[in-house]
C-alpha cells in the first residue's frame, strides 16, 4: 500500500562496506581509487571517505571479525561519461580488472538500456562489487537488456 513520503529521499549520502583487512581496504580506496580519507577510527577498525567533495557522500569502511564466510556487498559511484569510457584502461593500469555485468573482463562500459546508464564494474581486495555508473540522456531502450557501449552507440547511429 502506497503512502505518502514522510521525508522525501534526494540522494546516496553513505554507503558501508565490510572489509577483512582494514589497512589493505584504505590502501586500496585511497590509493587505487584515489577516494580523499575522510577519518580512520582504529579503536573502532573502521575508516571513512569522502566522495566528491567533503560533505556531499561518504564511504565507510569497517573491519569485520575473523570468520570462515564471507560478504559481499555492492557499490555504485556515478562518475562523468568521459571518466566512464577511461575507466577500462585505468583500472587495468591500476591492476584492477574492470567486468561487464555478467563479471566477464572488458575493455568498454555496458548500457543498462532499461535505465539508461552506462557501468563498469570490478572488485575490491574484499571481492565487494564496486560500479562507476553515469545516467545517459537517452530515451529507455529497456528491450536492448544489457549490452556493450559499441553496441549501443551502433544501435544509436543506425536507428536515425
Known amino acids: 500500500m ?3 513520503n514522510l ?5 546516496l ?12 581496504a584504505v590502501a586500496f580506496y585511497r590509493d587505487q581509487l584515489s577516494l580523499p580519507l ?13 566522495i566528491g567533495a567533503p560533505g556531499k557522500a561518504m564511504l565507510g569502511l569497517w573491519e569485520a571479525g575473523t570468520m570462515p564466510m564471507s560478504m559481499s556487498l555492492h557499490v ?10 577511461e ?32 557501468a563498469v564494474y570490478f572488485r575490491d581486495p574484499d571481492n565487494n562489487l564496486l560500479e562507476f ?4 540522456p537517452d530515451p529507455p531502450r529497456p528491450d536492448l537488456g ?6 549501443w552507440i551502433r544501435r544509436k547511429t543506425t536507428a536515425v
Open 2 to 4: 502506497a503512502t505518502e
Open 7 to 11: 521525508i522525501p529521499i534526494a540522494d
Open 13 to 24: 549520502f553513505e554507503a558501508h562496506l565490510t572489509v577483512s583487512e582494514l589497512d589493505r
Open 38 to 50: 575522510a577519518r580512520i577510527l582504529p579503536e573502532r577498525k573502521v575508516a571513512f571517505f569522502w
Open 76 to 85: 555504485a559511484f556515478q562518475v562523468a561519461l568521459s571518466d566512464l569510457h
Open 87 to 118: 575507466a577500462p584502461a585505468r583500472l587495468q593500469k591500476a591492476g584492477v580488472q574492470p567486468r561487464d555485468l555478467a563479471g566477464l573482463p572488458t575493455d568498454e562500459p555496458v548500457v543498462l538500456a532499461w535505465m539508461p546508464a552506462a
Open 133 to 136: 555508473i553515469t545516467m545517459l
Open 146 to 151: 544489457v549490452l556493450p557501449w559499441s553496441d
